[in-house]
């Protein structure tokens, strides 16, 4: 009764309403009477203006802004996708999705389409939103820089830093006498111009060799630590440098930069004996994400964006400002991690790919059309590269670094990735550098980002490192090794407790090793340690439970897929236990390409849902992810799709070919270590036809009776199913069971599919 009343008084007041404002419409008709109101036009050109209304609509620069994010965000994640399956940091896709949306491809070769999409008037547009967006990343960087660590372990680092800024510095000056003629803007002194080309010669992309170290597994080495303080030292003392240029150049002489420089002390001198102590009390009064409200949120942001303004002002530019505000942000690694948090999806998502397409918009390669223009292109990059890795693998071996660490050390220092772009920029805006000179210097920021990963495997090839992913003590064990990889903690406990069962008697004789493997791009050099232990937590408090002991590895990766197999075959394991989700979010490329896959939905698991018959894997094969496990894997692959695993007292296993004979031992080691309750299902009479599989369950049947039993099934028992904790199947059995009985999937028990 309630739910026709609910529906008799909904359909009153909307027909009411609806009457009472139709007729107010006809009674102001009267209204118009001597107010020149223009007539309707006719119905035969109503379909005009709703085509110049849509054309008017898509030409609102509102509109235009909101295409050119969404095509950018598009392009920068589609490139910066596939250049970290080629080995590369996502930073140089996005610099190329940069390029070719521009003048340099996009634009020569679909000239309408770019005008379009990128007029001239709306460029002022993408500018400021990217500024925006550069000064909430250096905020980020300035909070990424530990300077504790600056403190304890400064003196080598120091060194090494600051020649591989003085030396590249020096030669880009010899550099800038020589093309200076041919080169330099009209009315730019010799001194502005040599001083923006050393400074672009000597920056280090602290950010992106961070996130490399950490892909390469080295950041809690002792070469990690000092290359991370290296860059740590290089990027403040380069910041500083560039501020005193910016004031040269837009005093027009030293001596006018001289009040300029005197303000900026002033202004460090404020933040760092006031600002930094009184943010400093305020996070240690709201040191916790509950503690944290808004308004003191604001206070901090307020603080980075006064500080920007500041620097803006005094003339030194507002990026400086935002990487002081924080590098004084209080030093609590949690409250420091909030923040990033906080700001870095929005930042390096968002905000930052706007950047480097107008960076890519102003870069006219087009404008390098003679072999001359390349040739001095090319002496600019070897100039860039002798000058930083040369200069800081020097320094590294005077400070009594090994030769293979002293030239890592040059290769990582050489990247320059975004923090050339922004020093370029900035060349560019108060009109240092030319267009051509500014096309130059992009290609050598691209170049010496881009050979960083090949120049690290050279050396690591040359000097034969005999290091490895996996652990010494593991890669020698000669018991029975399982390897747990998880992304999800709570994914990674079930794992466990399967290994646990395949394992728990044998007194010594066994080993795990739980790893967690996470997206470099995800990771920052600050919260990493604090990421690596929440994301550990949840599986060695189940080893305590268990009293079962594990090794733990985490790692940042580029190619997560690729990295689990090789750990895995590096490690020789007996078994690589792996998880799937039945979220219908994941496993779309669209989602993989844009970087949000959990939350894209795939299509078909989506209509799976919805129509009651949720499929994990599409036409029976499995997600890209998996296929790609499977595929690099050399020793057995476990994939659980996991229910709740809490136990595996009651183990069916279907037989569906003979080629599953290999069950048998798996079973074996269930009924040993967790004294399972095994079922044999036969369901092609295989055990009748296969004298091996017969005498091996024969021989289970006369020691452990209560424990097995064999059961000729034609079809998969829903019923039966609904009593196991676990469902043991091959790859290939699996694969024909979905293709005839998908929808025993109903049922809630857990399923592991091995490959042997």
């Not at 050279?458 to 652990?471: A, G, Q, T």
Request: with cysteine.
């Amino acid at each position: 009764m309630k739910k026709y009343k609910n529906l008799f008084f909904y359909i009153a007041i909307m027909g009411v309403f609806s009457a009472l404002m139709y007729w107010i419409v006809v009674m102001g008709k009267t209204k118009e009477a001597g107010r020149n109101i223009v007539a309707a036009a006719a119905d035969h050109n109503a379909w005009q203006q709703f085509t110049e209304g849509l054309v008017h609509s898509l030409q609102h620069p509102l509109a235009i802004l909101l295409a050119q994010i969404v095509t950018i965000i598009l392009a920068a994640r589609l490139f910066g996708w596939v250049c970290k399956k080629i080995g590369q940091p996502s930073v140089v896709g996005e610099i190329i999705a940069g390029i070719v949306l521009g003048p340099s491809l996009v634009g020569m070769y679909f000239p309408e389409f770019s005008t379009a999409l990128f007029p001239k008037a709306s460029l002022g547009n993408i500018q400021f939103l990217s500024q925006i967006g550069l000064i909430l990343f250096m905020f980020v960087v300035g909070m990424e820089l530990d300077l504790k660590v600056l403190r304890n372990k400064a003196h080598d680092a120091v060194v090494v830093s600051h020649a591989s800024i003085i030396i590249p510095f020096a030669m880009g000056l010899v550099l800038a006498y020589f093309i200076y003629q041919s080169f330099a803007p009209e009315g730019i002194a010799f001194s502005s111009f040599g001083l923006f080309l050393g400074i672009s010669m000597s920056i280090t992309a602290f950010p992106v060799l961070a996130r490399i170290v950490q892909e390469r597994g080295i950041q809690k080495t002792r070469l990690g630590t000092v290359v991370i303080t290296c860059a740590a030292a290089d990027d403040i003392t380069a910041w500083c440098i560039l501020a005193a240029v910016i004031a040269i150049v837009k005093a027009g002489s030293f001596t006018s930069s001289l009040y300029i420089m005197a303000l900026s002390i002033g202004y460090v001198f404020v933040m760092l004996k006031v600002i930094r102590p009184f943010l400093k009390r305020v996070g240690d009064l709201h040191a916790s994400r509950e503690n944290l409200s808004k308004p003191v949120v604001a206070i901090f942001f307020l603080m980075m964006v006064l500080s920007a303004y500041a620097t803006e002002v005094i003339g030194i530019h507002a990026l400086f400002g935002a990487f002081m505000a924080g590098a004084v942000m209080p030093e609590n690694m949690k409250f420091r991690n909030i923040f990033i948090e906080k700001i870095d999806d929005v930042a390096v998502v968002l905000l930052l790919p706007l950047f480097f397409v107008f960076t890519g918009l102003r870069t006219q390669i087009g404008l390098l059309n003679d072999p001359y223009l390349w040739a001095v292109t090319g002496v600019i990059i070897l100039v860039a590269v002798t000058g930083k890795f040369a200069g800081s693998a020097l320094a590294a071996k005077f400070v009594g670094q090994s030769w293979k660490d002293s030239l890592t050390i040059g290769a990582l220092m050489n990247t320059r990735g975004l923090m050339e772009l922004i020093v370029l920029n900035i060349g560019y805006d108060l009109g240092v550098l030319t267009p051509q000179v500014f096309a130059m210097m992009v290609i050598m920021a691209l170049v010496t980002t881009c050979m960083t990963g090949p120049a690290l495997d050279l050396i690591n090839y040359l000097f034969r490192s005999k290091e490895k992913v996996v652990p010494g003590e593991i890669s020698q064990i000669s018991k029975f090794k399982i390897l747990v990889s998880f992304g999800n903690p709570d994914r990674g406990r079930s794992l466990l407790r399967l290994a646990n069962s395949l394992t728990r008697k044998l007194n010594g004789n066994a080993a795990i090793t739980a790893m967690h493997l996470s997206p470099s791009n995800e990771l920052n050099q600050y919260n990493v340690e604090e990421y690596e232990k929440e994301s550990f937590t949840p599986v060695v408090e189940e080893s305590h439970r268990l009293q079962q002991k594990i090794t733990t590895l985490f790692k940042a990766s580029n190619d997560i897929d690729a990295e689990i197999a090789e750990v895995a075959n590096r490690g020789d394991y007996d078994l690589l236990l792996v998880g799937v989700g039945q979220s219908i979010f994941e496993g779309s490329l669209l989602g993989k390409v844009l970087g949000f896959t959990t939350r894209i939905i795939n299509p078909n698991r989506l209509l799976g849902t919805v129509t009651g018959k949720e499929r994990l894997f599409d036409n029976t094969t499995f997600d890209e992810r998996t296929r790609s496990i499977l595929s690099r894997s050399h020793v057995p692959v476990g994939i659980l799709i996991d229910k709740h695993l809490e136990k595996t007292d009651r183990v069916i296993i279907p037989l569906v070919d003979a080629r599953d004979k290999f069950l048998i031992q798996y079973a074996q080691r269930l009924i040993h270590n967790a004294e399972a309750q095994v079922t044999v299902l036969d369901l092609n009479d295989i055990v009748k036809g296969d004298a091996e599989i017969r005498e091996a369950l024969r021989a289970l049947e006369q020691n452990v009776p209560q424990h097995i039993s064999v059961l000729q099934n034609k079809t998969m028992d829903s019923a039966l199913l609904a009593q196991q904790d676990l469902v043991l199947i091959s790859l290939d059995s699996w694969k024909k069971l979905m293709e005839v009985h998908s929808e025993w999937l109903d049922h809630e028990s857990s399923v592991l599919i091995l490959k042997d």
